[in-house]
Structures are given as structure tokens and as C-alpha cells.
């Protein structure tokens, strides 16, 4: 199965920071990425699809990049509803998640 | 809109196995792809399977494989996951999603509220 190898674990960041979430994948995944947002007790959140491309409604301060093994997502400047848990996902089959990021206030 | 609501809590002794549906609405059902996946408290994501109800032939990961059982049921745009031979491991909140478009692959743009099963004697 495909390794999906998420950093940081744990982010500490304020309002108005840029940050930058990376996922690599043991092999190449020709860019089937996701990145979810989730908050507590709330079912996950599809906010980018196919690396780069951001999910209708989600604001454009969310965006994705990378290819072949390595991707980011990168939050322009973060806000107050932004502090949650974030997880990638390739979905090339079988599909598999990362470990996750928890981004809380700094 | 399309919305997936799942089935509510459930307490399992070890060894049972629970059946958790998923019905969706607001869309077609038959031709997207219906994904079960796990969360144990305090811990990640985890990918159990998938099936599309036109086909219905699931695939399920190779740590599942035995042990848990998806099925659709076309008739009331109902999805199922039976999980057998429960162990306190076992204890997890269950989503179903659906793919967001219906080629696949594709993202998980939909999600249901999580049903969470409780293993314990």
C-alpha cells in the first residue's frame, strides 16, 4: 500500500500567519491528493482535490500544490476558523491518509 | 443538496459484529462511489473500503479484508458496513462518504454525521 507521510504533527501558529502543511507519498500518486479540513466531533471537510485544485466554497486563501510524491497545502493567512486538524489523502488505490496536522493557536 | 445520514451509536460486546447504513439523498446514488472510513478516538483517518452500487463489487483494505462486509442497497440509496468479530480495537466513530464527482478516482466530497461504536463487556 501507498505510505502517506504528513509534517508537521502539530503546528503552533497565529492569526494571520502563513502556513505550510507537506505530505509525501511512498510512491508516485499522479497528483489523486486531497487535503480535508476537520474540527471536533465533525465529520472531515474536502477542501482541495487533484493537489491543486480548491472545492467550491472553500476560500481561496486554502491552496494546494506539489506532484509525483510531494505536496503542500498552504494557508495564506490563517483565521480564527481555520485552527482544526488536517489530514491529505491519496486516493490512486488503495486509498490512504496521512497522520494528520492539528494547527492550534499560538 | 446532497446529504448522507447514517445510522446511530451502537454498543458491541467483543466478538459481535455491527451493521452501520448510510442513506443518501439529493443525488444520484447507483453510479458514486460509497466510502467507509474510520476514526478512533484520538487518532487519525482510516480507509476501510469502498463500493460503487451500480457495480457492487466492493474493495476493501487489506486490514479489513475478512472482517468487514459493504454492500448497497439500490432500492433506498442505502449503504451498509458490517464489521465482525469486534474487539475493544474496534471502538471508532464510522463516516461514509461520497465522491465528490462521479469518475473516478475521486475526493470525498460528501460526508455523513459519523457513527460511533462502542466495544465493551
Redesign the interface.
Given at each position: 500500500?501507498i505510505q502517506m507521510t504528513q509534517s508537521p504533527p502539530t503546528l503552533s501558529a497565529s492569526v494571520g500567519d502563513r502556513v505550510t502543511i507537506t505530505c509525501r507519498a511512498s510512491q508516485s500518486i499522479n497528483n489523486?491528493l486531497?487535503w480535508?479540513q476537520?474540527k471536533p466531533g465533525k465529520?472531515?471537510?474536502?477542501l482541495i482535490?487533484?493537489a491543486s485544485s480548491l472545492?467550491s466554497g472553500v476560500p481561496s486563501r486554502f491552496s494546494g500544490s506539489g506532484s509525483g510524491t510531494e505536496f503542500t497545502l498552504t494557508i495564506s493567512s490563517l483565521q480564527p476558523d481555520d485552527f482544526a486538524t488536517y489530514?491529505c489523502?491519496q486516493?490512486?488505490?488503495?486509498?490512504?491518509?496521512?497522520?494528520?496536522t492539528q494547527v492550534e493557536i499560538k | 443538496q446532497v446529504q448522507l445520514v447514517q445510522s446511530g451509536a451502537e454498543v458491541k460486546k467483543p466478538g459481535s459484529s455491527v451493521k452501520v447504513s448510510c442513506k443518501t439523498s439529493g443525488g444520484p446514488f447507483s453510479t458514486y462511489t460509497i466510502t467507509w472510513v474510520r476514526q478512533a478516538p484520538g487518532h487519525g483517518l482510516e480507509w476501510m473500503g469502498r463500493i460503487i452500487p451500480i457495480l457492487g463489487k466492493p474493495n476493501y483494505a487489506q486490514k479489513f479484508q475478512g472482517r468487514v462486509t459493504i454492500t448497497a442497497d439500490k432500492s433506498t440509496s442505502t449503504a451498509y458496513m458490517e464489521l465482525s468479530s469486534l474487539t475493544f480495537e474496534d471502538t471508532a466513530v464510522y463516516f461514509c462518504a461520497r465522491d465528490r464527482v462521479v469518475t473516478v478516482p475521486a475526493a470525498l466530497g460528501y460526508w455523513g454525521q459519523g457513527t460511533l461504536v462502542t466495544v465493551s463487556s
Open positions: 500500500d489523486w486531497a480535508y476537520q465529520a472531515p471537510k474536502l482535490y487533484k472545492e489530514y489523502q486516493y490512486n488505490s488503495p486509498w490512504t491518509f496521512g497522520q494528520g | -
